[in-house]
């Protein structure tokens, strides 16, 4: 069982930034590829990025080259960090723990809010 607590997400400007951080309990954090996902008004919930334990990363094509994810493994710690944002990256963000980066499991945090808007 691994629990997950994000934080950093709220208002920011069209072309702005944010660094979303996901805290975990557990002292298996390491051996978990995690991944953040968003879920916007009447949208499914979607993988936006995603660490392995040694590191390799996937990205959604919307985010590519504006969005970077990076664990400390010494920490239990995910993070996002999001340049250029958008309005449609305006979302309730999630971190999770998974197998890979198709096999995820139900460990979902309470979420951050992210807006971006003017």
């Known amino acids: 069982q691994v629990h997950l607590v994000e934080s950093g997400g709220g208002l920011v400007q069209p072309g702005g930034s944010l660094r979303l951080s996901c805290l975990a309990s557990?002292?298996?954090?390491?051996?978990?590829?995690m991944g953040w996902f968003r879920q916007a008004p009447g949208k499914q919930r979607e993988l936006v990025a995603a660490i392995t334990r040694v590191g390799s990363t996937n990205y959604a094509d919307s985010v590519k080259g504006r969005f970077t994810i990076s664990r400390d493994n010494a920490k239990n710690t995910v993070d996002l960090q999001m340049n250029s944002l958008k309005p449609e990256d305006t979302a309730v963000y999630y971190c999770?723990?998974?197998?890979?980066?198709?096999?995820?499991?139900?460990?979902w945090g309470q979420g951050t809010q992210v807006t971006v808007s003017s």
């Open positions: 557990g002292r298996a954090f390491s051996i978990y590829t």
């Open positions: 999770n723990a998974g197998g890979s980066f198709t096999r995820w499991y139900e460990y």
